[in-house]
């Protein structure tokens, strides 16, 4: 009989164990706030990863990840933090996000960093993010705005602009973006008319655009937020008749601003980080098949992120903090397996038989000493009611 219950019990401790065995990992977007319309696809994308090394039985022996949610504003680094403190307590391994410069490098520096937790951002793209001090902790999967404003320049010069005026958002991500622009456009040979910041929140613009006209210039450049005051700078512009052409940084591009103004962008260009290499392809697939429209910016991004987490942990062979901290640059940068989208599974098998990966993921991952992507470039255009790809930078 104590044989029999000894049997019982074990039974039920392995069934218990397997039934209810998770990780959390915490998802910190700007659910609500100037780029809330692009968050939702964006946390979609870093749960299916998450929900991909689950359903596979392979992650950590059949552990599954519980992700959680948590809102950054994108713009209030207060309440960005008390939110990331809210993920501390609740006892995430690891951070996805955060989004917005600005609040990422708040929760970095007052939260992370000091709790030992790793982030990858698959976002926040503010050259001054690259000093962080991060002790290992901080990682990005998008490039620098170092390299993004050089791009959008390049882009203005071809696309054949010999003149511009320029207004930002007035945050980290907006001036660090706006400086790198400005220089590079007139190292191009480009006239800047003006550059003039813009606060987020206003109900009205015309002040802002009227300073701007006063200027002139063949174009503007919009660096901003399509959900706040660049979308105003906008509306603005096309009401008055001040610009027709509008030049876009990423967090200007999302369909949204295209359902709002229609033909009123269809002289507009801009560019954001991204690929058309076979790990974006292959992800649009995956993410189609769960129900999820990857068109927008840093869907491929999140993914990647996610599963960077997800590869660290069974690198180390454990959810521990310290451990994925030390394994996130062995699987990014290889040598090792190619992985891509849809093949964590494969990863995580290979991880578990102590072999090598190199993730490739949706953006072809590879990060710098640093913990950032090098990174690619899409040069867009808006073309029958859409933001299209022209093609990769």
């Avoid at 990840?65 to 209030?76: E, F, K, N, Y």
């Amino acid at each position: 009989m104590k044989k029999l219950f000894i049997a019982v019990f074990m039974f039920v401790s392995i069934l218990t164990t397997n039934t209810f065995a998770e990780v959390k990992m915490g998802i910190i977007l700007g659910f609500t706030g100037p780029i809330e319309s692009l968050t939702p696809a964006m946390a979609a994308s870093a749960e299916l990863a998450f929900k991909e090394a689950s359903d596979s039985g392979k992650l950590l022996g059949g552990e599954t990840i519980t992700p959680v949610r948590a809102d950054s504003t994108c713009v209030d680094s207060a309440a960005a933090t008390t939110a990331a403190e809210g993920l501390i307590s609740d006892g995430v391994a690891a951070i996805m996000g955060a989004d917005c410069s600005g609040v990422t490098g708040a929760i970095a520096s007052n939260v992370a960093v000091p709790n030992g937790v790793v982030m990858i951002s698959p976002s926040a793209t503010s050259p001054g993010l690259t000093t962080l001090d991060d002790k290992g902790l901080f990682f990005r999967t998008a490039p620098s705005d170092a390299r993004g404003g050089q791009i959008l320049a390049d882009i203005t010069k071809d696309r054949g602009v010999k003149s511009v005026a320029i207004t930002y958002t007035n945050n980290d991500y907006g001036k660090g973006l706006a400086d790198v622009y400005e220089a590079a456009v007139k190292a191009h040979g480009i006239s800047v008319t003006t550059v003039a910041a813009h606060e987020d929140g206003k109900a009205d613009y015309s002040a802002e655009v009227s300073v701007l006209a006063a200027a002139g210039g063949d174009a503007v450049a919009v660096i901003g937020y399509l959900d706040q005051g660049g979308k105003g700078i906008i509306q603005g512009s096309i009401d008055s008749g001040a610009f027709d052409t509008f030049i876009l940084s990423d967090g200007m591009i999302g369909q949204t601003l295209v359902d709002a103004f229609g033909k009123g962008l269809s002289k507009s260009f801009g560019s954001l980080p991204g690929s058309t290499g076979k790990g974006a392809g292959v992800f649009t697939k995956v993410a189609s098949a769960a129900g999820i429209d990857s068109s927008g910016p840093y869907t491929g991004e999140s993914y990647d992120a996610a599963a960077l987490l997800i590869l660290a942990m069974q690198a180390g062979g454990s959810a521990d903090r310290g451990s994925i901290a030390k394994n996130v640059m062995a699987v990014a940068n290889g040598p090792g397996k190619k992985i891509y989208p849809g093949q964590l599974g494969k990863a995580l098998d290979l991880l578990a038989k102590g072999k090598a990966v190199d993730y490739e993921g949706a953006t072809g991952v590879t990060f710098t000493d640093v913990g950032e992507a090098f990174g690619s470039f899409l040069e867009k255009e808006v073309k029958g009611g859409k933001f299209k790809t022209k093609k990769q930078r």
